[in-house]
């Protein structure tokens, strides 16, 4: 049995890997390689390039930093595979997150390079990645050229919700986000005194509070309805 094959049947079963064309599915089963972790590893780190995406087969996820780990919440249970690192399409910041390993991990990986290469080839398969974050975020994600149409609110909403849920179910810790990794030319392509405008109506909503340079998200929920829109409802 071939790696492509075995790793197809470990797939068999994922919803969204199952809605994809055949020709990504092959591309996806061609480029990824798979990658063993043992407990306390580290996968990624926080302000390191995007490295591509990965589909978790086995083991779980830690999302803190690793001197925190007396800190560290229960690992959440969540159907196998678990695809997350798709935030960095459609993105322009580095990895926001320390991501280890909780236990023995196996994971597939597709690195940075041919995803990228894949996505300029065949444009069209960006609307299954938005896909893929739509169902983390709970709103439709619009494609990276059609992310600075949006009206401001709405812009600014949806990097925060990004950058809140951007992982999902797995990554449970507090909602507070540094304003450095607010800002994104891709996602916002706002000045910084329009986004700090947008922040201080948010804050007199009790959506967020402001402290110093982070940004406490209190309603989710909330910031998810104005971050809805004719974009990403359309793609919904």
């Given at each position: 049995?071939?790696?492509?094959?075995?790793?197809?049947?470990?797939?068999?079963?994922?919803?969204?890997?199952?809605?994809?064309?055949?020709?990504?599915?092959?591309?996806?089963?061609?480029?990824?390689?798979?990658?063993?972790?043992?407990?306390?590893?580290?996968?990624?780190?926080?302000?390191?390039?995007?490295?591509?995406?990965?589909?978790?087969?086995?083991?779980?996820?830690?999302?803190?930093?690793?001197?925190?780990?007396?800190?560290?919440?229960?690992?959440?249970?969540?159907?196998?595979?678990?695809?997350?690192?798709?935030v960095s399409l459609f993105d322009d910041r580095p990895r926001l997150r320390d991501v280890f390993a909780a236990d023995q991990l196996i994971l597939l990986h597709m690195p940075q390079a041919p995803l990228d290469?894949?996505?300029?080839?065949?444009?069209?398969?960006?609307?299954?990645?938005?896909?893929?974050?739509?169902?983390?975020?709970?709103?439709?994600?619009?494609?990276?050229?059609?992310?600075?149409?949006?009206?401001?609110?709405?812009?600014?909403?949806?990097?925060?919700?990004?950058?809140?849920?951007?992982?999902?179910?797995?990554?449970?810790?507090?909602?507070?986000?540094?304003?450095?990794?607010?800002?994104?030319?891709?996602?916002?392509?706002?000045?910084?005194?329009?986004?700090?405008?947008?922040?201080?109506?948010?804050?007199?909503?009790?959506?967020?509070?402001?402290?110093?340079?982070?940004?406490?998200?209190?309603?989710?929920?909330?910031l998810r309805k104005i971050a809805q829109h004719r974009l990403t409802l359309a793609g919904a």
């Amino acid at each position: 049995m071939t790696n492509g094959t075995q790793w197809r049947s470990w797939l068999d079963n994922d919803h969204w890997f199952n809605d994809l064309p055949a020709s990504l599915q092959d591309s996806l089963l061609t480029g990824m390689r798979q990658r063993r972790f043992t407990p306390g590893k580290l996968i990624f780190q926080k302000g390191e390039p995007a490295c591509g995406l990965y589909a978790l087969l086995d083991g779980s996820l830690r999302f803190n930093d690793v001197n925190q780990q007396s800190k560290w919440l229960s690992p959440v249970v969540t159907a196998r595979p678990y695809w997350f690192g798709e935030v960095s399409l459609f993105d322009d910041r580095p990895r926001l997150r320390d991501v280890f390993a909780a236990d023995q991990l196996i994971l597939l990986h597709m690195p940075q390079a041919p995803l990228d290469q894949l996505l300029k080839d065949q444009p069209r398969y960006w609307r299954y990645f938005g896909d893929l974050l739509k169902r983390k975020l709970g709103l439709g994600v619009p494609l990276p050229d059609q992310m600075t149409l949006l009206p401001t609110d709405e812009r600014v909403a949806f990097r925060l919700v990004m950058l809140a849920q951007g992982y999902g179910d797995m990554d449970q810790s507090v909602r507070i986000i540094s304003r450095v990794d607010l800002h994104s030319q891709r996602c916002l392509g706002l000045v910084p005194e329009v986004v700090d405008r947008v922040l201080e109506g948010f804050a007199e909503r009790g959506l967020l509070r402001r402290e110093h340079d982070f940004i406490s998200e209190l309603d989710i929920e909330r910031l998810r309805k104005i971050a809805q829109h004719r974009l990403t409802l359309a793609g919904a």
